[in-house]
């Protein structure tokens, strides 16, 4: 039965929060493009696709690297307004109810998670963290839907940046 992650959901390079890689028995599908927005509306259809007409743009499967995204916390009102759509078939776990806010794919806690493709072909397959990878998807089936954003937040880093761009190059100021 699938389990829909829900929340507003980024990749905050600021915070330099790196990779992490899908280990066995997770197929982890991903509905918008990095650094692409999912809309409400588009998330209630995704959750209410009983038939699954509604695909992916990308499913990661054991050994792909992804992201570690994190999942921030809905609003109570929000949470309201999803819970208003039909239950499709699957198990809804919002974050800010069912999940902790600031909640990362993986944290990689005690240094055992696969935070590269090297990692994993070297031995670390499973992730013992407390991130949505190590904690929630193990009492799952492993068919995980990011229902959120998958926004990339370069704010930080552009208004932290000592560079400008010339035509051509790029120059120190």
Same mark, same amino acid.
């Given at each position: 039965?699938?389990?829909?992650?829900? +929340?507003?959901?980024?990749?905050?390079?600021?915070?330099?929060?790196?990779?992490?890689?899908?280990?066995?028995?997770?197929?982890?599908?991903?509905?918008?493009?990095?650094?692409?927005?999912?809309?409400?509306?588009?998330?209630? %259809?995704?959750?209410?696709?009983?038939?699954?007409?509604?695909?992916? $743009?990308?499913? $990661?499967?054991?050994?792909?690297?992804?992201?570690?995204?994190?999942?921030?916390?809905?609003?109570?009102?929000?949470?309201?307004?999803?819970?208003?759509?039909?239950?499709?078939?699957?198990? %809804?776990?919002?974050?800010?109810?069912?999940?902790? +806010?600031?909640?990362?794919?993986?944290?990689?806690?005690? +240094?055992?998670?696969?935070?590269?493709?090297?990692?994993?072909?070297?031995?670390?397959?499973?992730?013992?963290?407390?991130?949505?990878? +190590?904690?929630?998807?193990?009492?799952?089936?492993?068919?995980?839907?990011?229902?959120?954003?998958?926004?990339?937040?370069?704010?930080?880093?552009?208004?932290?940046?000592?560079?400008?761009?010339?035509?051509?190059?790029?120059?120190?100021?």
């Amino acid at each position: 039965m699938a389990t829909y992650v829900i +929340g507003h959901g980024g990749w905050d390079l600021a915070s330099d929060p790196g990779e992490t890689v899908i280990t066995p028995g997770i197929a982890f599908s991903f509905y918008e493009d990095t650094g692409q927005v999912l809309t409400f509306g588009a998330a209630m %259809r995704i959750m209410d696709d009983i038939q699954n007409e509604i695909s992916p $743009g990308f499913v $990661g499967t054991e050994g792909t690297l992804v992201p570690n995204f994190t999942l921030s916390a809905l609003s109570g009102e929000e949470i309201g307004v999803l819970n208003q759509s039909p239950q499709g078939g699957g198990v %809804r776990l919002y974050c800010g109810d069912a999940l902790p +806010g600031g909640l990362q794919l993986c944290t990689n806690s005690n +240094g055992n998670c696969p935070t590269s493709i090297e990692e994993y072909e070297n031995g670390k397959q499973s992730h013992d963290c407390e991130g949505l990878l +190590g904690v929630y998807a193990q009492n799952t089936d492993g068919d995980l839907h990011w229902i959120a954003c998958a926004y990339v937040d370069l704010n930080a880093i552009i208004a932290n940046a000592n560079t400008t761009v010339g035509v051509g190059e790029l120059q120190e100021t």
